[in-house]
């Protein structure tokens, strides 16, 4: 088991791009153990940022004499953070199926592994003003070359299960979504 400091190096030496060999030293956790404590400290590593934000979020609305209640706005924000895990692993699990149905060969746990470590960019950084988008482009280049790698399919068939089919299924939902929803209020 990782102590706090070799989580820590192991969070840094996975926060740019990752070489797409080093997958295969990166999965080879026997359980979920090791790599939920990553996940835990990646997000952990995040609340300063979290923080921060709503520091100037409340600042802000102070500024503009906007209502902006800081502790409940910040609470708001850790919960949300605590509650997209387990939102994470069902995520996981539709990404693990589109992998295997496209010809993927590794089993969860691996799946599991190239998710959280590949994306660990967006995890602790994705959250930044601004510049968090490029942090979690980061995050997905290196989820789609470890799913690549680990999975050993070409790299068009984990792009189509880890980008291309997740955003038609979202865009055939909305759209299905906004059919029924009102567009304007008439008397």
């Given at each position: ?47 300063p940022i979290i923080f921060f934000e709503n ?10 004499g906007l209502s902006n209640p800081f502790f ?116």
């Amino acid at each position: 088991m990782m102590d706090i400091k070799q989580t820590i190096e192991k969070i840094k030496s996975n926060i740019f791009l990752i070489p797409e060999a080093r997958f295969d030293e990166l999965t080879k956790d026997v359980s979920y153990k090791e790599s939920f404590i990553y996940l835990v400290a990646c997000l952990a590593l995040s609340l300063p940022i979290i923080f921060f934000e709503n520091l100037m979020s409340y600042k802000s609305a102070y500024f503009l004499g906007l209502s902006n209640p800081f502790f409940g706005s910040l609470f708001f924000s850790i919960f949300s953070n605590l509650f997209s895990i387990p939102i994470f692993y069902i995520f996981l699990g539709i990404q693990h199926t589109l992998l295997k149905l496209l010809g993927g060969k590794a089993n969860f746990l691996k799946s599991t592994q190239v998710f959280i470590y590949g994306g660990t960019s967006g995890l602790v950084l994705g959250s930044l003003p601004l510049i968090g988008l490029i942090f979690s482009l980061v995050s997905l280049s290196n989820i789609v070359l470890g799913a690549k790698r680990v999975h050993n399919i070409s790299l068009l068939k984990a792009i189509l299960a880890l980008i291309i089919i997740p955003v038609l299924i979202v865009t055939i939902i909305l759209i299905f979504i906004l059919q029924f929803i009102p567009m304007g209020y008439t008397r």
